[in-house]
């Protein structure tokens, strides 16, 4: 069965720190895509990245990074030098496209950045 | 501008009274779905399409109802609504099957009373 782990629940951090939100996934495929999504206060579900599975390069997104490691199932997400505006609820999420392209959501991790 | 769009963004209602939360995207996606959000269970998938009159049920799908006779459209219905319906609800549509990247509108919240 697929699953997303997301250890974190909430996260406290004072701006300009890093913050690093874990994600553990678990899927017997050899091919699925990971995802991270943002949501902030108004609600909405903001896509953030993308990653194939036959892709580990790490990426970087200005203040944004991704750390892929398929040894360890983990799908990390790091934000640099963190800014108030990144207070929000980040999702990590799991797909096949072959077994009908269901999303498979972790709980999400409810993130603070204190001014 | 390529977008979502969910109506109505917010609503209350009472037990039993039939509502649609209405779904349009105008990308030409053929895939569409509904997810629901509680609190402590992230986002969890009602119903989905894979293209027109083609549904199937997602993690979810007891007290709700789709449709999808036009492509840009995917209605959520809720025939009669109870108080554990009470959720944000996410429409969401991807080009094909196994396309990367959905999609999501701006959710509606929906108290049921």
């Known amino acids: 069965a697929q699953k997303v782990t997301q250890a974190q629940t909430e996260i406290s951090v004072v701006e300009k720190e890093d913050v690093t939100l874990d994600c553990v996934y678990e899927?017997?495929?050899?091919?699925?895509?990971l995802f991270w999504y943002k949501q902030p206060p108004s609600g909405e579900l903001v896509f953030l990245i993308r990653r194939n599975s036959f892709d580990e390069q790490n990426e970087i997104s200005g203040r944004y990074s991704w750390n892929f490691q398929k040894s360890t199932s983990s799908f990390n997400f790091t934000i640099t030098a963190s800014q108030v505006v990144d207070s929000a609820v980040y999702f990590c999420?799991?797909?096949?496209?072959?077994?009908?392209?269901?999303?498979?959501f972790g709980k999400g991790t409810r993130l603070h950045i204190l001014p | 501008e390529a977008q979502v769009t969910q109506n109505p963004r917010y609503l209350i209602t009472v037990t039993g009274k039939k509502l649609t939360v209405t779904c349009s995207q105008n990308m030409n996606h053929e895939y569409m779905s509904w997810y629901r959000q509680d609190p402590g269970l992230g986002l969890r998938q009602i119903y989905y399409s894979m293209n027109v009159e083609v549904t199937d049920k997602g993690d979810v799908p007891e007290g709700y109802k789709v449709s999808r006779k036009e492509k840009r459209n995917f209605p959520l219905i809720l025939e009669s609504p109870s108080p554990n319906q009470t959720s944000l609800y996410f429409c969401?549509?991807?080009?094909?099957?196994?396309?990367?990247?959905?999609?999501f509108g701006p959710g509606t919240r929906l108290l049921v009373l």
């Open positions: 969401a549509s991807s080009l094909f099957r196994g396309d990367e990247t959905q999609y």
């Open positions: 999420a799991l797909s096949d496209p072959n077994k009908d392209d269901k999303i498979i």
């Open positions: 899927t017997r495929d050899t091919t699925y895509y």
